[in-house]
């Protein structure tokens, strides 16, 4: 964990001209707080590189895939849009690529920086080819090429429902406006099987919810998600109705995906 002015220090450091510099003062002005504590001096630097390169490609989306094997990261920094949280894990989902963990941040500006560390899943290689079919996959998903509801379906129908514990949990969700006084926080304790992120975020997304900030972990198959999430226009989730419905809806997903068979 940085402390957040020697990060800030840090990259000013890195700046080779003044395009850099000014690079840097924009992101860490629009980042929010978290993310100067949380994310490492690589990274951050990473994101710099990514931000530069998009620009100078003219492209609204870029996914880097860092690592390779059996356990890999992957950076997508884009421009933000309806349903973008819920469109990459479907573009994983697409690939049979199971997420182990996740965090979200959003700029003030819009644009979202998401780290996924993701194993190949079932029947994939893993190998360097397939990381980069990912992460052309997750672009191509963003800019709206291809069919993304048709990839979902065949990729359902292709991967085991089994689920990825042996020992059914009931699925536990909290929705919270207390702990931010500025979006409604979500906690989803579950089992997990691949695809369960995605129904997650989809669910939220058809609610009109957006995802402002993500935390995914998974241990030894139980699933704890953290979502910060807020109304289309940036209020919390206030209506009762609306927030039993974020309840059971995600209770309702994550109940499904623990079944073996529909």
């Known amino acids: 964990i940085e ?20 690079l840097v003062v924009e992101h860490c002005r629009r980042v929010p707080p978290r993310y100067l504590v949380e994310v490492s001096y690589e990274d951050a630097v990473f994101h710099l590189e990514m931000f530069k390169s998009m620009r100078s490609a003219n492209k609204e989306v870029v996914a880097a895939v860092r690592g390779g094997g059996d356990l890999v990261d992957i950076w997508v920094v884009s421009t933000d849009r309806p349903k973008r949280f819920s469109q990459i894990c479907g573009a994983f989902l697409g690939h049979g690529v199971s997420v182990i963990s996740a965090i979200a941040y959003t700029r003030e ?24 079919k990912v992460g052309t996959g997750i672009e191509e998903t963003l800019q709206g090429k291809g069919d993304f509801l048709k990839r979902i379906e065949a990729a359902r129908r292709r991967i085991p429902r089994t689920p990825l514990i042996s020992r059914r949990i009931e699925p536990e969700i909290r929705v919270d406006n207390k702990l931010s006084d500025r979006y409604t926080v979500v906690d989803v304790i579950c089992g997990d099987r691949i695809g369960l992120l995605y129904g997650l975020s989809r669910a939220l997304a058809d609610l009109s919810c957006d995802i402002h900030f993500a935390k995914i972990s998974t241990n030894q198959g139980l699933v704890t998600d953290v979502f910060y999430i807020s109304e289309v226009g940036g209020s ?27």
Do not use: C, Y
């Not at 500006?109 to 190998?127: K, T, W």
């Open 109 to 132: 500006d819009g644009v979202i920086l998401d780290h996924f560390r993701v194993a190949p899943g079932l029947d994939n290689a893993g190998d360097e080819v397939f990381w980069q």
């Open 3 to 22: 402390d957040p002015g020697a990060l800030e220090s840090r990259l000013h450091a890195w700046a080779k001209n003044e395009d850099d510099r000014a």
């Open 236 to 262: 919390q989730v206030t209506d009762p109705e609306k927030m039993l419905n974020v309840k059971r809806l995600l209770k309702a997903v994550a109940a499904d995906f623990q079944e073996s068979q529909r």
